[in-house]
């Protein structure tokens, strides 16, 4: 995946947490504020065969 860093607003780095069954991960406070994520919205993860993953919001109807 090609990446044009004039198309990009903001990096960041957060990390997995897995304790048994459960993964869980930070979404960076500035991509909540900026997409106005709230509780119980959802993500879309999407996996690339080259390893990559594009993380999308799932807009509600």
Not at 30 to 34: P, R
Not at 36 to 44: C, N
């Given at each position: 995946?090609?990446?044009?860093?004039?198309?990009?607003e903001y990096v960041t780095e957060?990390?997995?947490?897995?304790?048994?069954?459960?993964r869980r991960t930070t979404v960076p406070k500035?991509?909540?504020?900026?997409l106005?994520?709230?509780?119980?919205?959802?993500?879309?993860w999407i996996l690339f065969k080259d390893g990559n993953i594009l993380v999308t919001r799932v807009r509600r109807d």
């Open positions: 995946m090609r990446v044009e860093l004039d198309d990009v957060t990390t997995l947490t897995i304790r048994g069954t459960r500035v991509i909540v504020e900026k106005g994520l709230q509780s119980g919205d959802k993500i879309r």
